[in-house]
């Protein structure tokens, strides 16, 4: 029986904030339980947004024309049988990292479908209002929804939670354990 693999995208720009945090939760989780995991923190990376060229669909071998840091990306979504996509709440949605990597899974470097096609998947977020509908946080949960939804991929948990100074999600023990527990599920859960 081979391990879990998980790939989580952090997508704040803060590479040690509140998202971070739980993502890093979901991590000891994951590998207490026995699995793999790695983390690539999208700010660092040059990710150009999609240029709706279609040769991802339509040119031989259907890889994405645009070569930058998602050329090393692509593999790992692959690989990963659960991928875990982490932001906080910027302006009533995710952030701009988190987009431009979820316009590139339009592509996907191995077949015509999408690369987030039928993945099992977590979303982690946070945001600084008292709610997630104050915050605007259910607009990109719920655009997240739609397009799992549209590429056939189950979504394991949604984690979110209150916390405007970074650092602050540590004193929600609730949450924190819920994230550990949500990793040590996946983490228990191989790769057939």
């Known amino acids: 029986m081979k391990k879990s693999k998980t790939l989580i995208i952090l997508g704040s720009p803060r590479k040690k904030g509140n998202t971070a945090i739980l993502a890093e ?18 700010h660092n990376k040059q ?3 999609c240029s709706h060229c279609n040769s991802c669909k339509t040119k031989e071998g259907y890889k994405c024309s ?23 709440v910027y302006w009533f949605n995710y952030t701009a990292q988190l987009k431009l990597f979820i316009d590139r899974c339009y592509a996907n470097n191995y077949s015509k479908n999408y690369a987030l096609k039928n993945k099992d998947i977590g979303i982690i977020m946070t945001y600084g209002a008292s709610t997630l509908q104050s915050s605007g946080g259910i607009h990109g949960i719920n655009s997240l929804k739609e397009m799992f939804d549209y590429t056939n991929c189950n979504i394991l948990k949604i984690l979110h939670g ?24 996946i983490g228990h859960t191989p790769d057939n």
């Open 25 to 42: 939760k979901v991590s000891e989780g994951i590998i207490k339980a026995g699995g793999e995991v790695e983390s690539i923190f999208l």
């Open 47 to 49: 990710i150009k947004p």
């Open 66 to 88: 645009i070569k930058d840091d998602m050329q090393d990306i692509y593999p790992k979504i692959r690989e990963a049988n659960t991928i875990i996509l982490t932001s906080p």
């Open 162 to 185: 209150s916390a405007y100074e970074a650092g602050e999600i540590r004193s929600n023990q609730k949450l924190m354990e819920k994230a550990y527990q949500f990793g040590f599920q």
